[in-house]
């Protein structure tokens, strides 16, 4: 029994090496006509497929004048049509702009989280570009970006700080106060490729961690295994009360534990060597079909399990 | 009960919008949309420092002279008028001062508007004013005010010169209420509307003043709310029809007379 279950976990770690090809992700993006690409030759999403390449296709579905109210609306629809694994959320400069509270946006941001999750994809948030174009509302603007951030605190959910990329210099990165021109919209989807995982170790940036002991062992949040660790966070454990509770219960007491490998090298190789079979089983999760799963293991478990009885016969005959 | 008021409304635009594409193009057209009666218009736009709020009205075949209306060192949005039985109109709207998000009013009597008033004893934050003014002179205006939690709807009415204290529409919830307008039918009812999350989703909901407090909300006809419809909803007057001294046709609102 024992070799078996030894098998069994073997098989997880040998399964992401001979495991079918897998499909290009499909990332969504919804929002208003910053999404849309109001005034823009290239809107963030155009720009965000340049920079994945094949590795994922992008499917705008911003519309012009789009509140949260009406995103949150449209986004089952959209979720049964385009199927994503990703859904990119830039939404709430109109709510803004028509007197609907940041606590509005927050509601109906957590209800898009919720139903983004439901259909086991990565919801990620960006904060709100400025809009000096409406000064009186300009002001209220980090009211509304800061609930964001709540937010995607409280749901574990990364948030993109377009705001602070753009703010800098926004009066170069704007067309009319309100909607970003085209480098300004290629700044927005550099923020969203940089926490995608498609983005290769030395593009810098990287956002939305959470897996605090995973970076500390491998050194960066940007490395391949922490990414998927935190997609598994994401796309499987979140989804769930009790993978909910779990990952609350894992960021209370991990960052201390994070701090404690991250200075010692030793551990460092020891927990990294302790997550892979963790790793194995996220991607497995994560890539394979159920019923790929299911058969897979149990198939390979049962041929380590029959190669393992078969060496004793050949070493003793008598 | 359900109010049947959308039909009404919902004919009169396609009517207009009829028009506007039979006519699009053509000198006559702002003239010619259906809209041969009185009629005023309200817009927010900036003079360069702040952004105002502009009135003008529609009479014997053309719009009069813009008039700004605000001055001081807030911003204004979303306007929304009507005018009383006598002529006198009533002109609301969202003003992001020093005092924070507040309802503003202003009245024009006898050619000469009146200095903004904020709203009495407002909630916290304030905004996406709507006025009606009932046949007794009755100023009804409704808005989403934040306490602090959720939006809710908020109304005050404006009686012999003072203002009602703003109370919330409806009930107390733990839910966002959004997108308030509100109407006379024609049988003389005065009816809110607005989308509100109600199990699972946004509705749109209506409640009806009852002499002296609003009924239960119901479940408006169409139920899925749909914020964005509703506030293009708020206007009569298609963009494409706008005289051209309105620059930003962003946020106008415009109100026809005697129907």
Known sequence: MKRFLLSVLCSCLLLPLCGPAVAADVIMCVGDSITAGYGVTAPYPSQLQSMVGGKATVV????????????LSRLNGYMLEVKPQYVLILEGANDAIFG????????????????????????????????????????????????????????????????????????????????????G??????????????????????????????????????????????????????????????????????????EHIARHGWL??????????????????????????????????????????????????? | MTQKTIPWRTLLRLLALACCVLLQGHPAAAAATGFQGPRDMVWSASDGHNQRIYFSTFLNGSWSAPVRVTGDNGDHYLPCIDRAADGTRHLVWAGYDEYGQTIQHATLANGKWSAAERLPALPATSSAPFVTVDDRGRVFVVFIGNDGEDDDIYWSRLENGTWSESRRVHA???????????????????????????????????????????QPETVADGADGQAEDEREARSETPAESLPDFVTDKRQVFTRIHGQ
């Open chain 2, 172 to 214: 107390d919830n733990d839910t966002p209420d959004i997108n308030p307008y509100v109407e006379i039918t024609d049988t003389n009812t005065v009816v809110v509307t607005w989308q509100g999350y109600r199990g699972d989703r946004y509705l749109t909901l209506q409640s009806v003043w009852g002499g002296d407090r609003w």
């Open chain 1, 60 to 71: 705008n579905k911003g519309l012009n004048g789009e509140m949260t109210t009406g995103g």
């Open chain 1, 185 to 258: 919209a290629r700044l927005i989807a550099d923020g969203f490729y940089r926490v995608l995982p498609y983005a290769s170790s030395g593009d810098g940036g990287g956002g939305g961690g959470g897996c605090f002991i995973a970076t500390a062992a491998f050194g960066s949040q940007l490395e391949p295994q922490v990414q998927l660790l935190r997609q598994f966070r994401d796309r499987i454990l979140l989804p769930h009360s009790l993978g909910q509770r779990f990952v609350e219960l894992y960021y209370t007491w991990s960052p201390p534990v994070a």
């Open chain 1, 268 to 318: 460092r190789g020891l927990v990294r060597l302790c997550l892979y079979p963790l790793i194995g089983l996220a991607w497995c999760l994560l890539h394979l079909h159920p019923a790929v799963l299911i058969g897979g293991t149990l198939g390979l478990g049962l041929l380590l399990t029959l190669l393992g009885r078969r060496r004793p016969l050949v070493a003793h005959p008598s």
């Open chain 1, 100 to 183: 609907v509270a940041f606590s509005t946006v927050k509601f109906n941001l957590a209800k898009m989280i919720d139903t983004v999750r439901f259909y086991k994809a990565t919801p990620i948030l960006s904060t709100l570009p400025p809009n000096t174009r409406d000064p009186g509302i300009n002001a209220y603007i980090p009211g509304y970006n800061k609930a964001i951030f709540d937010l995607g605190a409280s749901m574990g959910v990364t948030v993109v700080d377009s705001y602070s990329a753009l703010a800098t210099n926004w009066a170069g990165l704007t067309s009319d106060g309100l909607h970003p021109n085209d480098e």
